[in-house]
């Protein structure tokens, strides 16, 4: 039983094998739902995949297998949690909504008893978990993420989750059709843009896939697909993230943010308050271009210029109060 939000829940075990794993059909989840008087909402962004073969796809291209460590964010009523479980990994699920997170427990005993001890689920907002409240991944080298992620917060979650855990090395996700194009969008086209280049500092994504609306209870007016993201290694040297010199993520993502908050300015315009001439020169970057042409090491390398030239004038500000001081006391 979930009794706090922040309280783990797992449930007891049992005799099952994986091989019989029955997942969750239209009937199945229309069943489950009206036996917990659960109705999707669009406040928490609900549509449950009513296809057993979609989430055996989506679990297919994350490559999960039985040595994995998996979190879920969002499970509802369990259709992609079952097929997780199915392949033998040990699965966290965090789901902001108690009704869901109390139900889940008993349809993973009802359909996949043998793997009530490979599960835990959490009632949280995935927005505000970290390693202090949720260290089951704590003990990990890696982990991967693997959602059917509500369209509306997709973006913001994966994001706070690469920030929060160093050790999340994957994911992948079921997001809005176009969500999913601007999260793997590559400098100069039209939907590059914020998420594209943040994204893009912490490694690579890519589109594995489309899903069709009809996979869904409710059908959403979109389409669906799948992105799957790589974090780059520690030991990337190509990874603007990396090395001694790295510049400050936070640097760097306050330049993001300004680029593509003026779009259409240059970015002599949109970063005027921020990056000075010398900075602009120093990186090697024309300020007559625009934002959505930079690449996410271009914009490392400007972070970079702007931080030295900080540094840089700070000290010559220093040496001049200094050379005050000492004419003060000559005289």
Known sequence: MVTDTAEQVAVPASGQ??????????????????????????????????????????????????????????????????????????????????PLAERL?????????DASDRFTVVNRDALTVSPANLPDFNDDDSFTLVANLPYNVATPI???????????????VMVQKEVADRLAAKPGSKIYGTPSVKL?????????????????????????????????????????CNGPDAPDRELVF???????????KTLHAALKTIVSA??????????????????IDEFAALAHAVAAHTTASADTADTADTSEADGEVAR
């Not at 969750?24 to 989840?29: K, Q």
């Not at 594995?208 to 992105?227: E, K, Q, Y």
């Open 200 to 240: 893009a500092w912490y490694g690579t994504a890519e589109r594995v896939g489309t899903i069709g609306r009809n996979v869904f209870w409710p059908a959403p007016n979109v389409d669906s697909a799948l992105v799957k993201f790589t974090r780059y290694t520690a030991d990337d040297a190509q990874a603007p």
């Open 17 to 98: 094998p994986r091989e019989t794993a029955h997942l969750l059909g239209a009937a199945d989840i229309r069943r489950i739902a009206a036996d917990a008087g659960i109705s999707p909402t669009k406040k928490f962004g609900q549509n449950f995949v009513i296809d057993p073969g979609t989430v055996r796809r989506i679990v297919r291209e994350a490559g999960v297998t039985a040595d994995d460590h998996v979190m879920e964010v969002g499970p509802g009523l369990g259709s992609l949690t079952l097929a997780i479980l199915e392949t033998g990994a040990t699965m966290t699920a965090v789901e902001i909504d108690p």
């Open 105 to 113: 427990p008993g349809t993973i005993a009802e359909f996949m008893p």
């Open 158 to 172: 994966l994001l706070t989750l690469l920030e929060r855990f160093d050790n999340l090395g994957s994911f992948l």
């Open 254 to 264: 306050r330049l993001i943010d300004a680029a593509f908050g003026q779009r259409r």
């Open 278 to 295: 010398e900075a602009f020169e120093s990186a090697g970057i024309d300020p007559t271009r625009r934002g959505e042409t930079l690449t």
